[in-house]
């Protein structure tokens, strides 16, 4: 005891005030400064309280003065309670006094109720102390109006007892409802009675009235909310506390204050909290000033309860709340109380229906819901309720009896509603026939108002006014209503059956009225759904207005509920058939009326039931349609309920789910019923009993604990079809779980348990998996985020090993899952002997079952794992073991690699994060060695990874082992390779991010050969110096395997690769921008090419000399690969000068280096240094590609490409004198240089030096106007140019093409070259001097009328044919006489004249020199308009052979000239006029020149716009033309008439070669009468009769001619209607045709039948077969391609849209002149293609290839890569829609690179990604990717 204590014999106060100083220990330091100035307790180590001691003893050491003054300023300055502070002042603060105490009711009170109080302002310390005398007045005065507040409190409760009243002992029957803590992160310790072994206090539920209350250490809660809905008793509970207050009960309050916000509600003016006290609740007799300062100072002792939160109209206000004097509405007072602002310290409760809470309530409040009655609450009320025992069993055995009645009874408003109906209804009825009288809410009231009713009489007019009363409240928002709102004899009816109270408001000081209320809001929404039906007023419109769901979930909606909520379901309840009978008598309309507004309302209600709705809304549509008691709604509704039906985050009763259950009943198919976030009532599982269509049934809520899993277990064996159970978030324990466990195995179909994050302990996880063998459908069982410690995790694994239904167990933190594999009992075991036929079912189910184990994060130790390997050595074969993540160290991994072959593990062992040391890695290593079926281990400690991945292989496929960043050192590599040297299946070896260095790599290297056939070495990342990256080449001769050393020096990339496959471990994960093409180099060899690739290195001299000192020993061949370096030209001319002693390289790149200026010629110069060089590749001086020949392989053309290397006019000379040693150049690309005009023009003058034999490309230098007519100027000097092509557009392009030898005819094309009028005579006078040109093409080059004109009078030749082709946009519109006009200008004879206006196209032949008469000479030159001088313009055209329109429109002017005209050409040969448009006088006029033209050879009007007449006048035309050797017709509308005309006209065309009549509807009947005049036609070689819908008999018609056709050379039947039976026919017959060259005849349904023929008869010269889309299969197409196989004359194959698959054709002799194969939409796959590649190389001259839309995948494109090269020829390859990936569109850019001549590969919709499908087309822009098709590119260097 301390020596003070002692000496003053107060103990108990002393040691108060050191705990009240020792919470405030700063203003302690404070007062003994100011007192004891020289008091140092800074270097003294005490804890608080001896602190707080020792500066009390110093103060009480310095006097009594100043201990005297110290005590004042405690308690003017802290906040000392009024008990303590007058034991103080009486003790310590005067000499005279002796202590005065309080009564003994509040001395009593608990310690921990003294230390609250009301802070006071500071006072400085020398202040006095109030007058004694006042503070015992103030503690009289409150004592007096404590003692009338009490009193008053009991007077109120017994004028409730006294008032009108019914038979029953209501004011005796009071039952607590069910309370359950709400919120979780309120300030109660709701574990406290978990702790104290309270098994109630578990899940907060059962609590009692004065748990609400009791004091807990820490701070006491000061604000609760009590939520409940309506009829759950919240004011009645308010009442009762204030009555058991009244009553002493609840002593630990000195005041209670009871608040109905709907009675503040009325009051319109501000108030003080004084005023909301004393005014409005009960004012004080005297002082009231003294009265509320006492309060304030006890206000620990204070509770306000405030009934009916939600109705509160106010807005909170936003002002803060500070002293009594404040004043504002009821509802900020309120929010004032709440945060402590008004009479800080009180105790504050509020009641409200569930909802959004108002914002003025502080975060902190405690929530408790109120759940009503639960069984044996309701009986407990029973008994209380009836007195009479007999009475009592009765109405006891009536509720057991009906489930209905007790859901009901779960709700105390209705249990009290349903115990007054069973009291009037069983003295009359017999036992269960009571009962069915109740079967709903509504008809529960419906009786209690008959049986309140005296005598049975029903009042209507008065229940009818009651229930308007009720209405326009519920409507206005009011409960309450005054003297004036309802007649005084519905007051006397209302209040002499019960149904209203009335009682006192307090308006004000001395105001007060009378009000009066329903007795429940539910009544009253019964009285107004009562009024809406049998009121006249009413209509069935408005009835159906009413009929709608309020949405629950207020959370989120709307801040309180409506009044209204409940109207729906009376309204639902009285359109029962059941109520038809009492609202009959309550209306004055007859019962046709009543049952028309009943049926709107089951009508409304229909429409909802048919709707998807929320949560809360379905199931305020339960209790409506459960009201109705319609079978056939409720079924409707149970229908239209969606699959997975959902509630979120609003309570749910017994009633509500009762209420759903009764719905579900209805429905036929499954439904998953998701609880999330919802507050529950604990017995509420009690409801789904016997629910069988519940399959998925979870819960996920902090709400549930053991009261509602024991009431869930009881549930869920009766719900038949429940699979899947879940139960979340919960405050289960061992009890609860203990009844799951029970109840679980009686769920004969539950495949999926989830009771994840339940904080269940170790042995409640044991108990539940213990029952796993009797879940026999069971699937998943899901225990994640519950408490188990590492012993019980060893358990639950040997229950997994033993239990042979579980396939996977996955610990990691918090998760916890069993996965499992029912098994299944066959009927056979069901019916023999379950000990034989169970064992040997057993015994093959443990034979074939995997297990999958994974204990990560586990904490696992070397005991452990001792553990664990002995109970997975028991058990079966396993799929996966990971234990990452646990505390294994050397010693654990070890045991683990040693038991893995032992363990029969197929799939991965991961040991990953375990403190695997350097040491550890070769104990794991020497472990694994021997094992057979390991497939890859990766270990990296600084990734902290070591996974071993096991599956069944054979020993070619080997293994891989990854040893990366494990900080291996050259000491370690003895022993490392000693380690690896055990294992014959090593094939990947990865040592990268080690710390090897060069002494190391060096080592590694001698010692490779020991370490068997592996296919790849990755050293990456170990301090490589460049000199031993280099000297690593060497291993290309000692070690047999290695063939590939890829090499990133900057990334210390360093990769040695055997074949292929290996090429993927390259840790870069993207293409190379020029790829190696290692896999294509020496196709049809034997040997095997090696490649070199170094990346991101400075290269010098010496460098560059000893890499090709180190490969000149390497065998050949040999690719050499440089790239992302910088490369001078002391180098590069170092490295070209070695390159010439490595006989053996093949390749050499240089890509992505920067190369000096005088690059091109050092490789210019290559070419005669170097004769082996094939190819020399310079792009930008960036990127270098040369290509050798090997020394067999024989000498031909060289190609040089010198693109983007800024060449000007000053190179061109030294780079020609290079290139003329060349002797043997074919290609040369000098594109996108900087020549301009004088570079080309110096080049041009050296052109004939420089021998070329192939192309000259100098597209993008800057050319103009200039450029093309120096080359035109030029042509003269250059007698080998064959072909020279200029475009000056925004693609500009400028090509030469040279022949081996002069040749006569040269092409010349100039396009977009905007000459202008300047320019013609210098391109004439260029033209005049190129006498070898045969063909002028002028493409858009700005050439008007006038310039044209002058360009053909000034061109002049001596002798010869020039064809001139003019491309300008006028011409459309020039119209065919001023064409003609202008050709007739030309100094030359006008040979042949084609006019395109649709192609804006004209084209004449002239020919040199011209023969005309001189008149005619005279006025051409002239210049006189030809248009009148028709005279003139029939002479000049007297030799034109040929007249070809196409796409013009004939004017009547044209048409009447072609009259005029076309008997005068007696040369004309040759007329075509097609795709036109001519009037009906223009016909006759053109048929009537062309029935002069008797010396016609071909005649075409194919495809014009012609009618009828006009046909037939064309026919007339056709009369006595027996030289035409061709007719072309088609598109011509031949009928019955027409076709006869022509047959006629045919059978005298003995000399026709070629008919052409496609598209004409000609059908078998036409093709009989065509075959019958083609018979005179010996001479026919071309017959195309496509689109004509010729049948199997036209066919054979046109068959039984084919005989007398020996010429024939080409037969078109394609898109008929020809079957098998014609095709044969007309195939068989085509054997008389010996020179048939084309047969097409595609788009018919041939078959195989054709096929077959067609193969057994091949023409023997055929060149063009086309069978698309005939229904082909693999039998015919495979005979076909074995016929065609070595066929001499084939060109092109087209066998598309036909069903293939394995029948592809195989050309194992090839067809040397195929140009063209089309097999696309073939259903070609990779299995198929590789034949079919092979055979393309036997091919030499294919060009296209088309394989779209089939099923090739990057096989396919390996294959195609790897001939691409060999295929000098093609120009295109189509892949559009196959199964092609970025890897093999990759292989196809790679084949590119090896030179090959291809335009385009199109590879449009196949699975690359838009990314990597840019990176490979800006690597070669001939990979096309587009939808569209691009451009042909034009290789570079072809």
């Keep these: 005891m301390d020596p003070i204590s002692l000496q003053l014999g107060t103990k108990n106060l002393w040691s108060w005030l050191v705990r009240l100083l020792s919470k405030d220990p700063e203003w302690l330091n404070d007062k003994v400064k100011f007192f004891v100035p020289t008091m140092d307790l800074g270097s003294r180590n005490l804890d608080l309280t001896e602190r707080v001691i020792l500066q009390l003893r110093e103060l009480h050491n310095q006097g009594q003065a100043t201990w005297q003054k110290f005590i004042h300023c405690v308690c003017m300055e802290l906040e000392v309670p009024l008990e303590q502070e007058v034991l103080l002042l009486s003790i310590w603060g005067h000499e005279d006094e002796c202590p005065s105490h309080l009564e003994a009711g509040e ?17 400085s310390c020398g202040s006095s102390p109030r007058p004694k005398q006042c503070r015992k007045q103030q503690r009289d005065l409150a004592k007096r109006y404590l003692q009338l507040l009490r009193t008053s409190a009991q007077q109120r409760h017994g004028s409730e007892l006294s008032g009108p009243g019914h038979p029953l002992a209501f004011h005796q029957a009071y039952v607590p409802p069910i309370l359950q803590w709400g919120r979780a992160t309120a300030p109660f310790d709701t574990q406290e009675g978990l702790i104290m072994g309270n098994p109630k206090a578990e899940d907060g539920t059962d609590m009692s009235i004065q748990d609400l209350f009791k004091a807990r250490a820490g701070k006491d809660p000061k604000v609760m909310v009590l939520l409940g809905k309506a009829g759950m008793g919240k004011t009645t509970l308010a009442h009762r506390l204030r009555q058991q207050w009244a009553h002493g009960q609840l002593d630990r309050f000195q005041a209670l204050f009871l608040f109905e916000f709907r009675q503040l509600n009325l009051i319109t003016q501000f108030l003080t909290l004084p005023q909301l006290l004393f005014d409005l609740y009960l004012s004080p007799e005297e002082g009231p000033h003294a009265v509320f300062q006492y309060l304030k100072e006890n206000a620990n002792g204070v509770l306000l309860i405030f ?19 404040f004043s504002g509405p009821a509802l900020t007072l309120f929010s004032g109380l709440c945060h402590g602002t008004l009479l800080p310290g009180c105790w504050v409760m509020a009641t409200s229906r569930p909802g959004k809470l108002p914002a003025c309530l502080p975060t902190e409040a405690a929530t408790v819901h109120m759940w009503g009655f639960d069984g044996p609450r309701v009986e407990e009320y029973v008994g209380r309720l009836f007195s009479d025992q007999p009475c009592q069993e009765a109405v006891l055995a009536e509720l057991r009896a009906s489930r209905h009645l007790r859901s009901m009874c779960a709700v105390p408003a209705l249990c009290r509603v349903a115990c007054l109906c069973l009291y009037h209804l069983l003295p009359g009825n017999s036992p269960g026939q009571s009962a069915a009288l109740l079967p709903t809410v509504t008809q529960n009231y419906v009786q209690m108002v008959l049986a309140l009713s005296p005598r049975g009489y029903l009042d209507a007019e008065s229940l009818l006014g009651l229930g308007e009363v009720a209405l326009s409240g519920l409507e206005a928002g009011s409960v309450i209503f005054f003297a004036k709102d309802i007649a005084p004899s519905m007051r006397a009816f209302g209040a002499a059956l019960g149904l209203l109270t009335s009682f006192c408001i307090r308006m004000g000081p001395g105001r007060q009225e009378n009000g009066y209320a329903f007795t429940h809001l539910s009544l009253q929404a019964f009285f107004a759904a009562l009024h809406l039906m049998a009121s ?38 009285l359109a029962s058939s059941a109520c038809h009978s009492f609202l009959s008598h309550l209306t004055p309309r007859d019962e046709v009326w009543v049952g028309a507004k009943q049926a709107a309302v089951i009508q409304a209600l229909r429409k909802l039931a048919t709707r998807r709705h929320t949560g809360p809304k379905v199931i305020e549509l339960c209790h409506c349609v459960g009201e109705t008691q319609e079978p056939e709604l409720a079924g409707l509704m149970a229908q239209s309920l969606p699959y997975q039906l959902p509630f979120h985050n609003f309570p749910l009763t017994y009633a509500d789910l009762a209420a759903l259950t009764n719905i579900l009943r209805h429905r036929d198919a499954p439904i998953h019923l998701d609880f999330e976030g919802c507050p ?39 719900m038949e079809s429940l699979k899947k159970l879940g139960l979340a978030g919960s405050k289960i324990t061992a009890r609860g779980i203990n009844h799951l466990v029970q109840a679980l195995p009686l769920c004969p179909h539950l495949e999926e348990v989830s009771f994840q994050d339940n904080q269940l302990k170790d042995q409640e996880v044991l108990n539940i998996v213990k029952v796993l063998p009797r879940l026999l459908r069971l699937r998943k069982l899901d225990l994640s985020r519950n408490d188990v410690s590492k012993w019980t995790l060893l358990s639950l694994t040997k229950m997994a090993v033993t239990c042979s239904t579980v396939r996977m167990l996955q610990a990691r933190k918090a998760d916890l899952i069993f996965l499992l594999s029912p098994r299944v009992e066959t009927a056979t075991e069901l019916r023999g002997d379950p000990d034989l036929q169970g064992n040997a079912s057993r015994k093959k189910e443990a034979e074939s079952r995997s297990l999958a184990l994974r204990l990560q994060n586990c904490q696992l130790t070397v005991p452990d794992v001792k553990i664990l390997i002995a109970q997975l050595r028991e058990g079966p074969h396993l799929d996966e073991v990971d234990l990452s993540g646990n505390q294994l160290e050397d010693e654990g991994c070890r045991l683990m690699a040693e038991a893995a072959t032992q363990l029969h593990i197929a799939g991965k062992l991961d040991l990953s994060d375990n403190g695997l040391s350097v040491a550890g890695v070769h104990c794991v290593l020497s472990a694994v060695s021997t094992c057979r079926t390991l497939a890859d281990l990766h270990i990296s400690l600084m990734h902290k990874t070591v996974v071993l991945t096991f599956a069944p292989k054979t020993e070619e496929q080997g293994t891989q082992e990854r040893l ?23 094939r990947h070896l990865d040592l990268s991010g080690n710390a090897l260095g060069d002494e190391g790599a060096a080592q590694l290297a001698q010692r490779l050969p020991g370490l068997g056939a592996l296919q790849s070495l990755n050293l990456s990342e170990n301090g490589l110096s460049l000199d031993t990256v280099i000297s690593l080449a060497q291993c ?40 190696a093409g290692a896999q294509f180099s020496g196709f049809g060899r034997c040997c095997i090419s090696r490649s070199f690739c170094l990346r991101e290195c400075q290269l010098e001299p010496p460098s560059l000399t000893h890499l090709c000192e180190t490969l000149e020993k390497c065998p050949g061949p040999l690719e050499i690969m440089l790239s992302h370096g910088v490369l001078s030209e002391q180098s590069l001319d170092a490295l070209l000068g070695h390159l010439p002693r490595l006989p053996q390289l093949k390749l050499l790149q240089l890509s992505q280096m920067r190369l000096s200026p005088r690059s091109p010629f050092l490789l210019a110069d290559f070419f005669s240094v170097c004769p082996r060089v094939q190819k020399v590749d310079l792009r930008s001086l960036h990127h270098v590609t040369l290509h050798f020949r090997s020394n067999e392989e024989q000498k031909g053309g060289c190609c040089g490409t010198f693109t983007g290397c800024s060449l000007s006019q000053e190179h061109v000379e030294p780079l020609c004198k290079l290139l003329q040693k060349c002797e043997d150049l074919s290609q040369l690309d000098l594109s996108a240089n900087q020549l301009g005009d004088d570079g080309l023009r110096c080049l041009l003058g050296c052109l004939p030096q420089v021998p070329i034999s192939s192309s000259l490309d100098l597209s993008h230098n800057g050319l103009s106007q200039e450029g093309a007519l120096c080359l035109v100027e030029a042509l003269p000097s250059c007698p080998r140019v064959r072909e020279a092509s200029v475009s000056l557009g925004s693609q500009q392009s400028f090509w030469i093409h040279f022949s081996q030898q002069e040749e006569a005819g040269k092409t010349l094309r100039l396009s977009e070259c905007s000459f202008g009028p300047e320019h013609v005579p210098r391109l004439a006078n260029g033209l005049s001097q190129a006498r070898q040109l045969t063909q002028l093409t002028l493409t858009q080059s700005c050439l008007g009328l006038e310039d044209l004109t002058v360009l053909l009078s000034l061109v002049r030749w001596p002798k010869g044919l020039l064809s001139v082709r003019v491309e300008e946009p006028w011409i459309d519109r020039a119209g065919v006489l001023t064409l003609l006009s202008v050709c007739a200008q030309a100094s030359g004879t006008v040979t042949e004249i084609s006019i395109s206006e649709m192609q804006q196209q004209l084209c004449i032949q002239l020919e040199f020199p011209r023969q005309e008469n001189p008149e005619a000479a005279a006025l051409r030159l002239a210049h006189c308009d030809l248009k009148t001088h028709h005279s003139l313009l029939m002479e000049t055209y007297a030799g034109l052979q040929q007249l070809s329109l196409s796409q013009v429109n004939l004017c009547d002017a044209d048409s009447m000239l072609l009259q005029s005209l076309l008997p005068a050409l007696s040369e004309l040969k040759k007329f075509r006029l097609t795709s036109s448009c001519v009037c009906p006088e223009g016909l006759a006029h053109l048929a009537s020149g062309l029935s002069h033209c008797h010396h016609l050879e071909e005649l075409d009007l194919s495809n014009n716009q012609l009618i009828k007449e006009g046909t037939k006048v064309l026919m007339g035309a056709l009369e006595g033309k027996c030289s035409l050797k061709r007719l072309d017709l088609s598109h011509f509308p031949l009928v019955g008439c027409t076709l006869s005309v022509l047959t006629q006209g045919l059978s005298h065309m003995t000399l026709l070669q070629s008919l052409c009549l496609s598209r004409n509807d000609i059908g078998d009947v036409g093709c009989y009468h065509l075959s019958e005049a083609l018979r005179a036609a010996t001479s026919l070689e071309e017959l195309g009769l496509s689109h004509n819908q010729i049948g199997d008999t036209g066919a054979q018609h046109l068959a039984a001619i084919l005989s007398g056709l020996p010429e024939l050379r080409k037969i078109d039947l394609s898109a008929n209607g020809i079957g098998p039976a014609g095709g044969v026919r007309l195939v068989e017959s085509l054997a008389f045709c010996k020179h048939l060259e084309e047969l097409v ?45 070595g066929c001499a004359h084939v060109e092109e194959i087209s066998l598309a849209e036909n069903s293939l ?65 060999r295929m000098g020829r093609l120009k295109r390859v189509d892949l559009e829609k196959n199964r092609i990936t970025a890897h093999g569109a990759g292989l196809l850019a790679e084949g590119l690179a090896q030179g090959s001549g291809i335009h385009v590969i199109r590879l449009w919709n196949n699975p690359i990604p838009t990314d990597m499908a840019k990176r490979l087309q800006s690597q070669d822009p001939r990979l096309d990717f587009a939808f569209f098709h691009n451009q042909p590119q034009t290789p570079r260097g072809t």
């Design 1036 to 1075: 290309f001769s000692t070690v047999q395997w290695a063939l590939h050393l890829d090499i990133r020096f900057e990334s210390q990339l360093v990769i040695l690769k055997g074949d292929r496959r290996a090429r993927d471990l390259s840790a870069s994960g993207s293409w190379p921008e020029f790829p």
């Design 1641 to 1685: 005849l595609g788009c018919n349904a041939l078959g195989d039948p054709t096929a077959l023929a067609l193969a057994h008869g091949l023409p023997e010269h055929l060149r063009v077969l086309h069978l698309p889309s005939s229904r082909l299969g693999p039998e015919g197409t495979l005979r076909l391609g074995q016929a065609l196989d």
């Design 680 to 718: 529950l009532e604990p017995h509420c599982p009690e409801a789904l009993a016997s629910c069988g269509k519940v399959e998925n049934l979870s819960f996920k809520s902090r709400k549930c604990g053991d009261a509602f899993a024991e009431a869930l277990s009881g549930s869920l064996p009766t």
């Design 107 to 123: 001395e009593n009170q608990p310690e921990s109720q003294l230390h609250h109080g009301l802070k006071r302002p500071h006072q």
């Design 1701 to 1765: 698959a394995g029948g592809v054709p195989h050309f194992r002799q090839g067809l040397p002149l195929l140009r063209h194969i089309d097999l696309a939409s073939c259903e070609i796959d990779d299995q198929t293609a590789k034949p079919l590649t092979a055979g393309f190389v036997l091919c030499p001259a294919l060009e296209e290839i088309l394989l779209s839309w089939n099923l090739l995948g990057d096989e396919a494109a390996a294959e195609l890569a790897r001939v691409l090269p």
């Design 307 to 325: 009934d009916g939160l939600e109705e509160a109209l106010d807005p909170c206000s936003s002002k803060e709340t500070v002293g009594p004097e």
């Design 964 to 986: 990366t960043h494990c900080g291996l050192r050259a000491e370690h590599l003895e022993q490392l390779c000693t380690a690896l040297g055990g294992s014959c299946h090593l």
């Design 536 to 573: 006249p007023k009413v209509d069935k419109d408005k009835l159906a207005h009413y009929v709608t769901l309020n949405s629950r979930w207020l959370l989120r909606t709307k801040a309180k509920p409506g009044l209204l909520d409940h109207v729906p379901t009376f309204l639902a309840g």
